[in-house]
């Protein structure tokens, strides 16, 4: 199964930035959409961002549409989430994962091969 690591979270003050990046193991992952996830404390797992296996069709949670940016990489075989105008609202530990399909889609039980996530934390 595929491994996911995830970096670049951390804290910081509300208006800032962060990116997080998503490395990837094993089998190359350019046939397959990825996500990302977070899930705040007290909350389930909800959908941020997807992409497709091209890189060509990308899909966001209306919470992070106009601030959030989802690419990939696939020679790094690397996903990564650029992360604009954070609230304290973004605070939550960040996930990406592969989905079962191309097309990037918003259900969790399509994704597979989680990684451990990132912290991210945003201060008022």
């Known amino acids: 199964q595929e491994q996911l690591v995830e970096s670049g979270g951390g804290l910081v003050q509300a208006g800032g930035s962060l990116r997080l990046s998503c490395a990837a193991s094993g089998r190359t992952l350019s046939s397959t959409a990825m996500g990302w996830f977070r899930q705040a404390p007290g909350k389930e797992r909800v959908f941020v961002a997807g992409?497709?296996?091209?890189?060509?069709?990308?899909d966001y949670a209306d919470s992070v549409k106009g601030r959030f940016t989802i690419n990939r990489d696939n020679a790094k075989k690397s996903v990564y989430l650029q992360m604009n105008s954070l609230i304290p609202e973004d605070t939550a530990v960040y996930y990406c994962a592969a989905s079962r399909y191309y097309i990037p889609v918003t259900s969790e039980s399509s994704y597979e091969g989680w990684g451990q996530g990132t912290q991210v934390t945003v201060s008022s």
């Open positions: 992409v497709s296996g091209s890189g060509s069709i990308v």
